[in-house]
Each structure stands twice: as structure tokens, then as C-alpha cells.
């Protein structure tokens, strides 16, 4: 199944404008995108959320939202505190398998790091990544402090029998420190997963069509969407179709 799962070491570390840049290099390579924003928190009802800002600067993808709550925490703690239903990850799941019946890719976004609540009972992204029995794709920060959070992303994913389909830094600095530059050796061997791009500082606010030209440049050619599933060693059927 064509999903891509894409979380991040933590939050406003680059996950939506990474989402963007596969969006973009895959609809460059003529393939049909949805983008789907598991739970979208800290974002008024006429705000554009992160799947908006994906068709903003990606193109035209199809864009999905399952639910909004206006305050900028967890979504299971925005929740609680709005007295409203939380998202479930076998909802977030379910939305995604929809989606892949109409679309060469889906891209879910979590919010903030793989492990933030969505529910009371503590389900995550994760869970719905392993309903799908997709892979994950880790967005990480350039500089120091970067290989911890990784590792830890990437170890927890592999304890929950998922699999880190590889790295991309969210914001690449113009002028990388001693420690980015050394984290381009460091990140594939502590997360044992590929280095699979890189997405300039500052590219969110490119124009659109400079970003979807670029956007192919910054990623492995396989993030470009012909990936398939033996690329991402997918290993089970999806549970939720
Ligand atoms: N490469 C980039 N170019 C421009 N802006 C960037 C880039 N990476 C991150 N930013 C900016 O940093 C902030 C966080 O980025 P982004 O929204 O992609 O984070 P996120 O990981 O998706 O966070 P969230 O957990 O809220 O979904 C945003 O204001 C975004 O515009
Ligand atoms: C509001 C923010 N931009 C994200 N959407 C939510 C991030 C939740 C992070 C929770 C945490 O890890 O402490
Ligand atoms: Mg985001």
C-alpha cells in the first residue's frame, strides 16, 4: 500500500515541509498525492493547517484533516481540554487506507514526535503506522543534539516492529555547523536507516513553483514516489484493508 507515514523527532522540526517536498517531487514524477494530517492542533478553524500549507507549496494534492483543536499542544491533551472526541490511530488508519485506494501516495503527518498522544488510552502515530503496516520516514534537525533524538525515534519504531524507511533533515543551514556536517556520516549509522535528504533552511517560504522545481533535488530518488514496497522492506499486509 502506498503510504508513507512521516514523523519526526519532535515537533517544529520540518515534518510539513518535508511532507511537501515529497508531495512535490512525487507529483513531479506524475503521480497522483493525497496528504493526510492525522490531528491538527495550535490552529484556529480559518487557519490553514499543515496539509494546506503541503497544497500551498506542493500543488494539487488531495488534503485531509481529521480533526482541529485550537490549542498548540498534543492532540489527546487538546482534546481533553476542548471536551471534544479525540482521533483514534485505527481512525487515522482507516482515513489513510481510504485515501490509498484513490492515490499513488499518501503522506501522513503526525503531530509533533512519534510518540505524542492522540487518545486517552495513549495510541500514537506509531499504532496507526503499524495498523497500516507502513514505513516511517523520521524528519530530524541539522545540528547538535540530533543523534539522541534519532536513535531514540528509530528504536522505537524497530521495538514496535515498524520500520524507519530512513532520515530527512527538515532544515538544511546555509552554513552547517561542525556537528551538522558531522551528522551527515553519524545519523544512518545510530538510526540505522537511510540519510534520505535534506531540505534547505528557509525553503518553506520559497515561491511555490521555485519550491517544486527544487524539491526533487533535495531528496533520494526514491522519495520521489516509485518507491515500491521492497524498497521500504514493507513486511506484512496492511491490516486495515
Ligand atoms: N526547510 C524549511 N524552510 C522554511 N521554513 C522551515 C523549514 N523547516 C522548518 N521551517 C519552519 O519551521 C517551523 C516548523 O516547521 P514545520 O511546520 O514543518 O514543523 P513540523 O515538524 O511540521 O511541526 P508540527 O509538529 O507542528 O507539525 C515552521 O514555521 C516552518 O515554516
Ligand atoms: C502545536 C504543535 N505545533 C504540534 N502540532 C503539537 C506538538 C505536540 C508536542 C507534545 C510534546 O511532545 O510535548
Ligand atoms: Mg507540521
Not at 514505513?135 to 525515534?153: F, Y
Amino acid at each position: 500500500m502506498p503510504v508513507l507515514v512521516i514523523t519526526g523527532t519532535g515537533t517544529e522540526v520540518g515534518k510539513t515541509v518535508v511532507t511537501a517536498a515529497v508531495a512535490a517531487a512525487a507529483l513531479a514524477a506524475g503521480r497522483s498525492v493525497a496528504v493526510l494530517k492525522a490531528a491538527q492542533t495550535g490552529v484556529r478553524p480559518d487557519e490553514p493547517g499543515d496539509a494546506a500549507e503541503v497544497a500551498r507549496i506542493a500543488g494539487p494534492v488531495t488534503t485531509a484533516e481529521l480533526a482541529r483543536y485550537p490549542e498548540p499542544l498534543a492532540p489527546a491533551t487538546a482534546a481533553r481540554r476542548a471536551g471534544r472526541a479525540p482521533v483514534h490511530p485505527h481512525e487515522v488508519a482507516e482515513a489513510a487506507a481510504k485515501l490509498a485506494t484513490e492515490h499513488d501516495l499518501v503522506l501522513v503527518e503526525g503531530a509533533g514526535g512519534l510518540l505524542v498522544r492522540f487518545d486517552a488510552a495513549g495510541g500514537t502515530l506509531a499504532d496507526a503506522a503499524r495498523l497500516l503496516s507502513a514505513p516511517v520516514l523520521v524528519v530530524a534537525p541539522a545540528g547538535l543534539g540530533t543523534l539522541n533524538m534519532t536513535e531514540l525515534t528509530a528504536r522505537e519504531l524497530r521495538s514496535r516492529g515498524l520500520d524507519p524507511a530512513g532520515i530527512v533533515i527538515g532544515s538544511w543551514p546555509a552554513a552547517p555547523d561542525l556537528a551538522a556536517r558531522c551528522n551527515l556520516a553519524d545519523l544512518p549509522d545510530v538510526a540505522g536507516a537511510p540519510l534520505l535528504g535534506s531540505v534547505p533552511a528557509g525553503s518553506g517560504a520559497l515561491p511555490p513553483a521555485e519550491f517544486r522545481r527544487a524539491a526533487p533535488h533535495w531528496l533520494a530518488p526514491r522519495l520521489d514516489g516509485s518507491w515500491d514496497a521492497e524498497a521500504f522492506r514493507m513486511r506484512e499486509a496492511p491490516r486495515v484493508l
